[in-house]
């Protein structure tokens, strides 16, 4: 496979453009951009030459663009520098590794703390909860609204001893949605939708054939199970009562365990447990040629791969760019899931 030479900008503060002041000394950048949960990164790679530079100074802010050319480039986020690597070898010589992280998972996701949330308290839905967690460590909220409005099973729900990113990342597990602090917002859409919580669709990572390329696909034959079930307890009626979510083939049942307060919160969690088990009978690695719009969460269509291949409904998992102006070019890796 032929690689075209990449266009590389990072800016630091003052809108430096640390490639031009560098020159090739700037190795290139790794980019991983993760669906969930996990805190999006850039290793910045220098080369390391005497006399030795030192290291910036901790939260120093850079900014990223890639493209094929300067007028298609995109801005794939903002990082803040936490961390440096040096490392050398007799084939290699030096090299510096500036570790950043996304600056959007600001320190205030990572606080500890015990709370409820209640009609008393202002929080009737899961999205009113949400909202206030977005608002208390400085971001804007974006939830799709779907999930907004389901309300708290019983009317209460319990954080404690847990991270502000831990807690908002169980509710969203539980709901069957995939919630992530991004472009200065916490966002939360339905896992599997492939819409954004504005209504948009995100777009298509189209990854065509290449015999030159590293293609890995495992495909499990799906579960026996013909439909998950989840218990809830009607207060009117006095009881239980089962929600089911069919799966389509099998005869068997998957059934949670804990009975949960509300009808609407056994829907999504009979659908979120679908989709999990759904999820795990395909999983795929492909590589390309760089693609500067691949994001997590993403729609992936393979093409050319076979229909086994092609017909499954592929969703990115993980997003890696590594790129190397002066070297080995532009290279995208995409860790795939069943989303169907």
């Not at 709901?175 to 948009?200: C, D, E, V």
Request: proline fraction near 6%; charged fraction near 20%; aromatic fraction near 8%.
């Amino acid at each position: 496979m032929a690689f075209r030479k990449p266009y590389l900008r990072i800016t630091g503060p003052g809108d430096t453009n640390i490639g031009e002041r560098l020159g090739r000394d700037l190795v290139g950048v790794q980019i991983t951009d993760l669906m969930e949960g996990e805190i999006d990164r850039a290793i910045i790679r220098l080369r390391r030459t005497q006399p030795y530079r030192a290291a910036p100074p901790a939260g120093t802010v850079f900014q990223i663009h890639v493209g094929w050319d300067e007028a298609g480039a995109v801005m794939t986020g903002t990082y803040k520098f936490m961390q440096v690597l040096y490392a050398g070898s007799p084939e290699t010589g030096q090299e510096t590794q500036l570790v950043c992280e996304a600056a959007d998972f600001n320190d205030s996701l990572k606080r500890v703390d015990s709370e409820h949330f209640d009609e008393e308290t202002g929080h009737k839905t899961y999205g009113d909860v949400l909202r206030t967690m977005a608002g208390r460590v400085g971001l804007d909220a974006s939830i799709d609204p779907e999930i907004a409005k389901i309300p708290l099973a019983g009317g209460y729900l319990l954080r404690w001893k847990q991270s502000a990113i831990g807690f908002v990342t169980d509710i969203a597990e539980e709901l069957g949605a995939i919630i992530k602090p991004q472009a200065g917002a916490l966002t939360a859409r339905r896992r599997g939708s492939f819409q954004t919580p504005g209504g948009s669709r995100l777009q298509d990572i189209v990854i065509p054939f290449d015999p030159n390329t590293f293609f890995q696909v495992d495909l499990t034959p799906r579960y026996g199970f013909a439909e998950v079930t989840t218990p809830w307890f009607d207060p009117a009626a006095g009881r239980p009562f089962d929600t089911l979510k069919a799966l389509g083939r099998g005869a068997a049942r998957f059934a949670l365990p804990h009975i949960v307060g509300s009808e609407q919160l056994a829907k999504a969690m009979s659908s979120a447990a679908a989709q999990r088990l759904d999820a795990e009978t395909a999983s795929g690695l492909f590589q390309s040629a760089g693609q500067p719009y691949a994001v997590a969460g993403s729609p992936v269509r393979p093409q050319g791969f076979g229909p086994d291949i092609d017909n499954v409904t592929w969703e990115a998992v993980s997003v890696v760019h590594d790129i190397e102006p002066e070297g080995a070019g532009w290279l995208t890796t995409i860790e795939t899931r069943n989303a169907a």
